[in-house]
């Protein structure tokens, strides 16, 4: 496996790691937000939820045409 696709593959994991992380400290779910808070976790601002969110899948966009373009 040739260094692009490697990267490619870290990038995609990357991107999911973060919608993900983004997704589990959503401010748009009640049930989330409760569980969060019993948890000790915390709750995203919507502003960085958003942010996270189109970074998370630009991140992954890239990595699959690096995958794509790696030969």
């Given amino acids: 496996m040739n260094k692009s696709k490697q990267t490619g593959i870290i990038m995609v994991l990357i991107g999911a790691f973060t919608v993900y992380w983004a997704q589990s400290h959503s ?24 942010i996270s969110l189109i970074a998370g899948i630009a991140v992954i966009v890239y990595g699959i045409s690096k995958i794509i373009k790696g030969r």
């Fill in 27 to 50: 401010p748009k779910d009640l049930g989330q937000i409760v569980g969060n808070e019993l948890s000790g976790s915390y709750t995203m601002s919507e502003t960085w939820y958003y």
